[in-house]
């Protein structure tokens, strides 16, 4: 979703006066609030695999149903191209529905224009630019705006301690092969902290607490725990806050960077040229072994993050830091 914005903002510019919706799953829409480029979100329940037609929330289900259906659009745009996606897509009335060809899962089978396939090795931003350009807008450079975070408050959250940076270590993820081990974050954040003078923030969601309870029992400087603790814009606001970020390949590290904040990013089984942080002035880590990328979400061996050593990391944080003082 992060990766599409620029989209947005090339379709608003094709379409100046054009009524813009955009369809998201639920727990993402606050993401996409009061975005000056769109006219409407409309939420989704998260189709999940095995009950597709199910979904999470079964009245938002229905009552979205009847909404595709009581709505007619002169254009409907598949970014995804996943099953999940196609299902909404199949839904919309509209005599126009536009995506690539190819696409996983099938999902290409419901549209009604498909676009040659994009370079697989490009950037998710060029590639969902690329539709935009086919539809004739302007090849501008991509732009990301987001009000969310931009007037929230989250000083109770932040102890009074004037003086001292921000840094914030979002280390969860949902694959268990993209995680750095505890220890190493507990290296950096006291690092951090005791070397470089910052404050350190752990980030993430509820399911990343025994992670940062395993960070933090290892670290002999006090850190501050917030994992669990933050909305989608507290998020956003901390992260704004931070003098830079440090984070495994998720969706804080593209909240961050679309945000404009300077970003560690730890990469592993995972392509950086694909899905790194997009834009200037970020640091991608990751060890260039044969086996990596392996888009593999479990591995026996996770050598690309586990061999991925303390001080190479420290190096990409002093960088960041380097060219901060240079700017």
Same mark, same amino acid.
């Not at 994992?227 to 390949?249: C, I």
């Not at 979400?297 to 991925?308: G, Q, Y």
């Given at each position: 979703?992060?990766?599409?914005?620029?989209?947005?903002?090339?379709?608003?510019?094709?379409?100046?006066?054009?009524?813009?919706?955009?369809?998201?799953?639920?727990?993402?829409?606050?993401?996409?609030?009061?975005?000056?480029?769109?006219?409407?979100?409309?939420?989704?329940?998260?189709?999940?695999?095995?009950?597709?037609?199910?979904?999470?929330?079964?009245?938002?289900?229905?009552?979205?149903?009847?909404?595709?259906?009581?709505?007619?659009?002169?254009?409907?745009?598949?970014?995804?191209?996943?099953?999940?996606?196609?299902?909404?897509?199949?839904?919309?009335?509209?005599?126009?529905?536009?995506?690539?060809?190819?696409?996983?899962?099938?999902?290409?089978?419901?549209?009604?224009?498909?676009?040659?396939?994009?370079?697989?090795?490009?950037?998710?931003?060029?590639?969902?630019?690329?539709?935009?350009?086919?539809?004739?807008?302007?090849?501008?450079?991509?732009?990301?705006?987001?009000?969310?975070?931009?007037?929230?408050?989250?000083?109770?959250?932040?102890?009074?301690?004037?003086?001292?940076?921000?840094?914030?270590?979002?280390?969860?993820?949902?694959?268990?092969?993209?995680?750095?081990?505890?220890? $190493?974050? !507990?290296? =950096? @954040?006291?690092? #951090?902290? /005791?070397?470089?003078?910052?404050?350190?923030?752990? +980030? &993430?969601?509820?399911?990343?607490?025994?992670?940062?309870?395993?960070?933090?029992?290892?670290?002999?400087?006090?850190?501050?725990?917030?994992?669990?603790?933050? $909305?989608? !814009?507290? =998020? @956003?606001?901390? #992260?704004? /806050?931070?003098?830079?970020?440090?984070?495994?390949? +998720? &969706?804080?590290?593209?909240?961050?960077?679309?945000?404009?904040?300077?970003?560690?990013?730890?990469?592993?089984?995972?392509?950086?040229?694909?899905?790194?942080?997009?834009? !200037?002035?970020?640091?991608?880590?990751?060890?260039?072994?044969?086996?990596?990328?392996?888009?593999?979400?479990?591995?026996?061996?996770?050598?690309?993050?586990?061999?991925?050593?303390?001080?190479?990391?420290?190096?990409?944080?002093?960088?960041?830091?380097?060219?901060?003082?240079?700017?």
């Amino acid at each position: 979703m992060l990766h599409a914005l620029p989209t947005l903002e090339a379709l608003r510019t094709l379409y100046p006066t054009g009524n813009l919706t955009w369809l998201v799953e639920s727990a993402f829409a606050p993401v996409l609030e009061n975005h000056p480029a769109l006219n409407e979100v409309w939420q989704a329940p998260r189709l999940r695999p095995g009950r597709l037609f199910l979904g999470d929330n079964p009245a938002l289900l229905s009552a979205l149903i009847r909404r595709l259906w009581q709505n007619r659009f002169d254009l409907v745009i598949d970014l995804q191209g996943l099953l999940k996606s196609a299902v909404w897509v199949s839904l919309a009335r509209s005599p126009r529905k536009l995506g690539y060809d190819r696409t996983r899962e099938g999902s290409y089978r419901v549209l009604t224009e498909r676009v040659p396939p994009f370079d697989p090795e490009a950037h998710a931003v060029l590639r969902y630019l690329n539709l935009a350009h086919y539809l004739g807008a302007p090849e501008n450079p991509p732009r990301f705006r987001l009000g969310l975070g931009a007037e929230t408050e989250v000083s109770h959250l932040l102890p009074e301690d004037r003086g001292r940076g921000l840094v914030v270590l979002h280390p969860g993820t949902r694959w268990p092969s993209k995680l750095w081990p505890a220890k $190493s974050w !507990a290296g =950096l @954040a006291s690092w #951090l902290s /005791r070397g470089r003078g910052f404050r350190v923030a752990l +980030t &993430g969601s509820p399911a990343d607490r025994d992670l940062a309870a395993k960070i933090l029992a290892q670290m002999r400087e006090p850190a501050l725990d917030l994992t669990g603790r933050t $909305s989608l !814009a507290e =998020l @956003a606001a901390m #992260l704004r /806050r931070a003098a830079f970020v440090v984070t495994t390949d +998720t &969706g804080a590290m593209h909240l961050a960077a679309a945000l404009g904040v300077r970003t560690v990013a730890l990469f592993g089984p995972t392509a950086p040229w694909r899905t790194g942080p997009f834009g !200037a002035g970020h640091e991608v880590v990751r060890l260039d072994l044969e086996c990596s990328p392996c888009f593999k979400r479990r591995c026996p061996d996770p050598r690309c993050l586990a061999e991925l050593g303390l001080e190479t990391v420290q190096a990409a944080c002093e960088k960041i830091l380097s060219n901060g003082l240079k700017n």
